[in-house]
């Protein structure tokens, strides 16, 4: 177990349609990142925010939002869904923003588009 | 943006050593390089990090040459629950943004 939930496991929706995957990190960290893995391809990198602060930035798309609240959790928001953003998501987190920590990788929020 | 490459797939059998090479031409000169494992639906669990040299855990060794634009991960007399999709993640010099290499497919026989 990492210490790091990613809500929900399986989301199922139709296309058009928005969803929000949410992120809690490890107690104490304070970096969230995002990244998406479709059917059997690597892990691309979509955003990353720092103690509520957008980090960097990655290949996301203009119809995805993300933030990172007060209490650290974070949420991505996927709206006009396609048929191409079925994938997993990943939440990983870490202790600092300097990168030379180690990531703690979610479970995935895994998501289906009809 | 940093380009990382790795080999598609490897097989090996329990017992060898298997070495995985991961280029990086562009890393960002104060990242770490970080390697990763990654069984099927779930999410990528950290194997070892390291800055330059040699670094050794329990489980690999990392290696990094000094021009640092590649890295090697050694795996030990592999079993086969090392079969997994391994990844290396570096910084990229010129974006700031935490990259993962192409990944590495390792199966190991019996």
């Known amino acids: 177990d990492s210490g790091v939930t990613q809500t929900p496991k399986h989301l199922i929706t139709a296309t058009g349609q928005r969803v929000t995957l949410r992120c809690s990190p490890r107690s104490g960290d304070l970096s969230v990142y995002w990244y998406q893995q479709s059917l059997d391809q690597g892990l691309q990198f979509l955003i990353q925010?720092?103690?509520?602060?957008?980090?960097a930035k990655g290949n996301i798309l203009e119809r995805f939002s993300a933030q990172q609240f007060p209490d650290l959790h974070s949420e991505l928001n996927l709206s006009s869904l396609e048929l191409g953003d079925s994938a997993l998501y990943f939440c990983a987190s870490s202790v600092g923003r300097d990168r030379s920590g180690e990531l703690f990788f979610g479970e995935g929020s895994r998501l289906t588009v009809l | 943006l940093a380009k990382t490459t790795q080999p598609i797939s490897m097989d090996s059998y329990e017992g060898q050593e298997v070495n995985i090479t991961c280029s990086h031409n562009?890393?960002?000169?104060?990242?770490?390089i970080t390697w990763y494992q990654q069984f099927p639906s779930q999410g990528p669990r950290f194997i070892i990090q390291?800055?330059?040299t040699k670094v050794t855990n329990e489980v690999a060794s990392l290696f990094i040459p000094a021009d640092r634009k590649s890295s090697t991960l050694s795996l030990p007399r592999v079993s086969l629950s090392d079969t997994a999709v391994y990844y290396c993640l570096v910084g990229d010099y010129n974006t700031d943004k935490l990259i993962f290499g192409t990944g590495t497919r390792l199966q190991v026989f019996p």
């Open positions: 562009n890393i960002a000169t104060n990242d770490y």
């Open positions: 390291g800055y330059k």
């Open positions: 925010y720092y103690n509520g602060e957008e980090r």
